[in-house]
């Protein structure tokens, strides 16, 4: 089995269906950090996503932890 840890941008849309412009506004907003979710990868134009990070935020921000959503 193979661990990826980070994907470029464009694998990660294809494969959850977001979109670059929703990547953009979590960065925008604050909710994604450039270094930590995102990573500018030198001698690459595309920017790469962390999956390690990304599932860390998801557990972090699941409905399951944040019981005011329930309500």
Do not use: F
Not at 44 to 67: F, G, H, M, T
């Amino acid at each position: 089995m193979v661990n990826i840890e980070c994907v470029p941008i464009s694998t990660y849309c294809y494969a959850t269906g977001e979109t670059v412009d929703a990547i953009n506004k979590r960065i925008q907003r604050g909710v994604w950090l450039d270094g930590v979710h995102v990573l500018k990868v030198e001698g690459v134009k595309e920017r790469w996503i962390d999956l390690n990070e990304v599932a860390k935020w998801a557990r972090k921000n699941s409905i399951a932890n944040c019981p005011e959503a329930l309500q």
